[in-house]
């Protein structure tokens, strides 16, 4: 069955860095495009960052553009998200997803808290 399994998440400062990973099993991976979500408390789920099949196109949303990067391993079926220059407000849990024909999937997510 698919699955999507997040991991990288923790507790970091202010303009400090992590890199999550989404590795993913049960489907040909390199075949779809896969996206990072994000949901903070309060809030609804947005979409943080997109990546095509081959990975030569990617998308952002505007408050994330220069300071995350997606990008993957079709070799190792995994979907990566660096963060840079971390703020307060990307606190939240982030979930990989996918879209299977007209069935969606999602990781469990994991947290990120940006805070001193």
């Known amino acids: 069955q698919v699955q999507l399994v997040e991991s990288g998440g923790g507790l970091v400062q202010p303009g400090g860095s992590l890199r999550l990973s989404c590795a993913a099993s049960g489907f040909t991976f390199s075949n779809y495009a896969m996206k990072w979500y994000r949901q903070a408390p309060g809030k609804e789920r947005e979409l943080v960052a997109a990546?095509?099949?081959?990975?030569?196109?990617?998308n952002y949303a505007d408050s994330v553009k220069g300071r995350l990067t997606i990008s993957r391993d079709n070799r190792k079926t995994t979907v990566y998200l660096q963060m840079n220059s971390l703020k307060p407000e990307d606190t939240a849990v982030y979930y990989c997803?996918?879209?299977?024909?007209?069935?969606?999937?999602w990781g469990q997510g994991t947290q990120v808290t940006v805070s001193s």
């Open positions: 990546i095509s099949s081959t990975g030569g196109n990617t």
């Open positions: 997803n996918v879209w299977l024909g007209d069935k969606i999937y």
